[in-house]
């Protein structure tokens, strides 16, 4: 995507991200990140750890968080800062929608810097997962 510079406002919001993740992938992400909490493949081990069930990585919605923001700024943006608050648990099979808005743009000599809130949505429309992204973009 690329992002015309005239057309980021204050409330503007980003494109949504739609995930799925199934516990096929949260056992890849557990190999990729070196993350081996039964938690998150082991349903057993999950709910004797007094979950429902086997929940999301919280690093892998952070990735989803790098993915949205990255694919809304490129080519040229570059991601000066990225956070986030874990609030609640998600679990496999459950559609998120990983989406944020503009809070506030400087404008520098050469580039604007952009701050966004940022948030995971479950299906129950609960934010599970919130957030903030620093942004700059050549002009």
Same mark, same amino acid.
């Given at each position: 995507?690329?992002?015309?510079?005239?057309?980021?406002?204050?409330?503007?919001?980003?494109?949504?991200?739609?995930?799925n993740p199934s516990?096929?992938?949260?056992? %890849? /992400?557990? $190999?990729?990140?070196?993350?081996?909490? !039964?938690?998150?493949?082991?349903?057993? &081990?999950?709910?004797?750890?007094? @979950?429902?069930?086997?929940?999301?990585?919280?690093?892998?919605?952070?990735?989803?968080?790098?993915?949205?923001?990255?694919?809304?700024?490129?080519?040229?943006?570059?991601?000066?800062?990225?956070?986030? %608050? /874990?609030? $609640?648990?998600?679990?496999?099979?459950? !559609?998120?929608?990983?989406?944020?808005? &503009?809070?506030?743009?400087?404008? @520098?000599?050469?580039?604007?810097?952009?701050?966004?809130?940022?948030?995971?949505?479950?299906s129950s429309m609960?934010?599970t997962t919130t957030?903030?992204?620093?942004?700059?973009?050549?002009?």
């Amino acid at each position: 995507m690329n992002i015309n510079l005239d057309d980021i406002y204050i409330g503007m919001e980003l494109p949504k991200l739609y995930k799925n993740p199934s516990t096929r992938q949260l056992v %890849q /992400y557990a $190999g990729a990140s070196f993350d081996y909490y !039964e938690i998150h493949y082991d349903k057993d &081990v999950a709910q004797k750890n007094n @979950l429902p069930g086997v929940i999301v990585h919280g690093a892998l919605k952070a990735a989803f968080f790098g993915e949205l923001i990255t694919k809304w700024m490129e080519p040229k943006g570059k991601l000066l800062k990225l956070s986030i %608050q /874990y609030k $609640g648990m998600d679990i496999p099979g459950d !559609e998120l929608i990983i989406t944020g808005k &503009v809070n506030k743009i400087e404008s @520098l000599p050469n580039s604007m810097i952009v701050y966004c809130s940022l948030w995971v949505e479950n299906s129950s429309m609960e934010r599970t997962t919130t957030g903030s992204g620093v942004i700059e973009l050549p002009i």
